[in-house]
């Protein structure tokens, strides 16, 4: 039998240990990744997501880019310099591939950055490769955009619509 001391003690203990592991399971919680062809897991390693903003975005799955007018035009540059551009036209308005700044997307799920950075990733079963390092290019596992850029790349196309992708 415990001693009304030594029940709340224990008591208390028992309530810090609940919450270090909610913390520690809150912490551990990364986003889970889908892919755009078939909604099945994508996995992405973690240590690719090298910058704070990119941490962020593994956490939260919100683009902390939006807005920022460095990273957009940051952005800009890459979209040039993977030929997005010859596919999507300078503005990102659409050429031979689709226009990007929505309000409606071919998926709809490119309304979110999530959703939009795992197209952009992974690419689409309808044309569109995947950008994703170490994807982009089976002959060459450099090649390709790390998550910063394609978040970059995501906060360029949101500066030209009423779409966020954070909301
Ligand atoms: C060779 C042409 C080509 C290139 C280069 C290309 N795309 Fe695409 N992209 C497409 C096509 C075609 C689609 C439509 C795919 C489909 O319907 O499955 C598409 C779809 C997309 C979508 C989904 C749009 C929606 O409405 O849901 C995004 C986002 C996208 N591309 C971003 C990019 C970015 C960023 C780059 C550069 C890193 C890029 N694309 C390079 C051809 C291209």
Wanted: hydrophobic letters at 35%.
């Amino acid at each position: 039998m415990l001693g009304n001391k030594a029940f709340k003690s224990t008591l208390f203990v028992g309530m810090l240990t609940l919450a270090g592991l909610t913390l520690a399971f809150q912490a551990k919680a990364d986003v889970k990744f889908v892919t755009t062809q078939d909604g099945s897991p994508l996995e992405i390693k973690a240590d690719l997501f090298d910058t704070p903003e990119a941490k962020e975005f593994l956490k939260t799955g919100k683009n902390p880019y939006i807005g920022n007018e460095e990273a957009i035009k940051k952005g800009k540059k890459i979209f040039g310099l993977y030929s997005c551009t010859q596919c999507h036209g300078p503005d990102a308005k659409g050429q031979v591939g689709p226009g990007l700044i929505g309000p409606t997307f071919r998926y709809p799920k490119d309304a979110t950055n999530k959703g939009m950075f795992e197209t952009i990733w992974n690419g689409t079963n309808g044309g569109m490769g995947a950008k994703g390092l170490g994807l982009m290019d089976p002959s060459d596992p450099t090649n390709g955009l790390k998550p910063d850029e394609v978040l970059k790349v995501i906060a360029w196309i949101r500066s030209h619509g009423g779409v966020n992708g954070n909301e």
